[in-house]
């Protein structure tokens, strides 16, 4: 363990280390999916968009694969579209209609 990894943030919005995704690695979190669900990256307000590439490229590496063989986890877009108005304007989705 390097002093680097225990200070370098992955995570941002999460607050999370660079040695506290190793460490989950390292205590049986060897997929993409779980170790997100463990560490809790990736969940703040700009949804992964770099601790996840991150976090693929740490795992890979822990883990001896290639960023290929690592899979990315499964977007889940909200159930019902939501008018981009309701973000804009805070009116009810029944409101645009």
């Known amino acids: 363990m390097t002093r680097e990894d225990e200070k370098t943030i992955a995570c ?7 040695q506290e995704i190793k460490d989950a690695i390292h205590e049986g979190y060897a997929d ?7 560490a809790k990256f990736g969940l703040g307000p700009c ?3 770099t601790c996840i590439l991150l976090a693929a ?13 690592i899979m990315t986890p499964t977007t889940r877009p909200p159930v019902d579209p939501v008018p ?5 304007k805070g ?3 029944d409101d645009e209609k």
């Open 12 to 18: 941002r919005c999460e607050d999370i280390s660079v």
């Open 32 to 38: 993409l999916q779980s170790l997100k669900r463990y």
């Open 47 to 49: 949804q992964g968009k």
């Open 84 to 88: 981009i108005g309701f973000f804009v």
């Open 57 to 69: 490229q740490i795992l890979a590496r822990e883990t001896g694969r290639t960023l290929d063989q």
């Open 91 to 93: 009116r009810e989705a």
